[in-house]
């Protein structure tokens, strides 16, 4: 890579005093470190040997809540009634089919897809951790390796979320799909996890999959592997009133306040879904700095209910969004649908501002993740960047000037034209420069767990 290469954005979503908005005609320089080294607004036309993006440059996409097999379950599980647990044993059959060598396919793939999405990081939320049945792989981590391994390929960034899973329920040992999520208990768990390391493109997280899958008892384990670290830790909460339930049979108290009070909420902490809580929760929530990751098209395809996004975010709760199942893989979708669900609960517009719902796609998702140097095009940051047109179907008409309203309320996954990550492109006009097919590469490793 040369020392540095510099881009000239058409449009640019820059930071400011007064807030972020759209800049004319800026120079984006990169290093040979991948960093930011320069952004000049109103630069003029394009220089010489500059590298020039058409439409408008936003920082990368943080998909901060991603199963990457869930992938393989998009347009099979339509058919027919059900709830998010009948849902879920469809799920543990895709489970089963996987190995190392078959994640890596289908993971490449999803992240490729991500990468055409505009998503530059992402969040994986890992459990699937032993063979089936629960016997060690000889690598014990050659899952999570795969996942690494599979977004090194598709040229993004990873929190590999190492997940804690170990009972079915309250008091309740694994049932047969689950035995390969988990390590028997959590000191076991914090062993297997000593082993990931973090490398240029990985950073190594830590996640509670729920109450209702890690004994109390050993939640303080989890939470004291990751502060230890200083690591990102992020845990499913109140995503179903029958978890509720249970947790208030079981201990006397709702899942937010068993994890306050197993020190798991705090600034590091993102509480993924966070669908139904109570008023004590929402201020337990923010008073502690937890993020909160909604995933709004995941919680509407599982009839899981409307988080209390707003309301969190006005308390204090910083917000991230992820894809979780991936019934959709489309990062302005799932900014919008934050708003478009409030306006559907309350029958008033008007709750987010286009601005606000970018942040949480951008620096307040990096920001979960583990990676607060990125998310803002700002000399530091990292060169991690996505285009997208203004001149498409769904986008022309508003103007430059309303980019960031086009964005979040018009734009989609299909209108991402370039992705850079670390100064280099990624997505280049559309189509995926390491993974040139990403169709076929999903319909290949989707096939194979057939």
């Known amino acids: 890579m040369p020392a540095v290469v510099t881009y000239w954005a058409e449009h640019a979503w820059l930071p400011g005093a007064e807030g972020p908005a759209v800049a004319p005609q800026v120079l984006i320089e990169a290093g040979a470190d991948g960093r930011i080294t320069a952004v000049t607004p109103r630069s003029g036309p394009c220089p010489a040997g500059a590298v020039r993006l058409a439409g408008l440059t936003l920082p990368g996409q943080a998909n901060a809540h991603s199963h990457a097999f869930h992938r393989a379950l998009r347009g099979t599980v339509q058919v027919g009634s059900g709830t998010f647990w009948t849902w879920r044993d469809t799920m543990y059959q895709v489970a089963a089919a996987l190995d190392p060598d078959r994640y890596l396919a289908l993971a490449t793939a999803v992240y490729a897809e991500m990468a055409l999405a505009g998503i530059t990081a992402v969040g994986e939320f890992h459990y699937l951790h032993h063979a089936p049945g629960g016997a060690r792989y000889a690598d014990p981590n050659a899952m999570g390796a795969a996942l ?66 890690v004994p109390a008892e050993q939640l303080d384990t989890v939470a004291h592997w990751a502060a230890v670290r200083r690591a990102p830790l992020h845990v499913h909460l109140s995503e179903q009133t029958a978890e509720n339930e249970a947790c208030l049979a079981a201990h ?178 559309g189509v995926h420069l390491g993974v040139p097919d990403v169709g076929r590469a999903l319909a290949e490793a989707i096939s194979a767990l057939r």
């Open 148 to 213: 690494v391994e599979a977004a090194a390929r598709a040229g993004l960034r990873i929190t590999l979320l190492d997940t804690c899973y170990l009972s079915a329920g309250f008091g309740a040992a694994p049932t047969e799909p689950q035995l390969r999520f988990s390590d028997g208990d959590a000191d076991a768990w914090a062993a297997r996890a000593d082993a990931l390391k973090d490398t240029a493109h990985a950073r190594i997280g830590a996640a509670v999959h729920s109450v209702r899958a």
């Open 252 to 429: 006397g108290v709702t899942p937010t306040r068993l994890l306050a009070d197993h020190g798991v909420l705090g600034p590091r902490t993102s509480a993924v879904h966070a669908t139904h809580l109570t008023e004590e929760d929402q201020h337990l929530l923010a008073g502690s700095g937890t993020t909160v990751c909604m995933c709004p098209t995941t919680e509407r395809d599982l009839a899981d209910g409307i988080g209390p996004a707003r309301r969190l975010a006005s308390l204090g709760s910083p917000i991230s969004l992820g894809s979780d199942s991936h019934a959709v893989i489309d990062p302005f979708e799932e900014a919008r649908a934050l708003e478009l669900d409030e306006r559907l609960r309350t029958r008033t517009r008007g709750h987010w501002t286009a601005a606000e719902l970018l942040r949480a796609g951008t620096e307040d998702g990096h920001a979960s993740l583990g990676w607060p140097e990125a998310g803002r095009l700002e000399p530091g940051a990292l060169a991690d960047f996505c285009v997208i047109a203004l001149d498409s179907v769904r986008t022309a008409g508003p103007g430059p000037e309303l980019g960031a309203e086009t964005a979040v309320f018009a734009a989609g996954a299909a209108d991402v034209r370039h992705l850079v990550v670390g100064g280099r492109h990624v997505v280049k006009d």
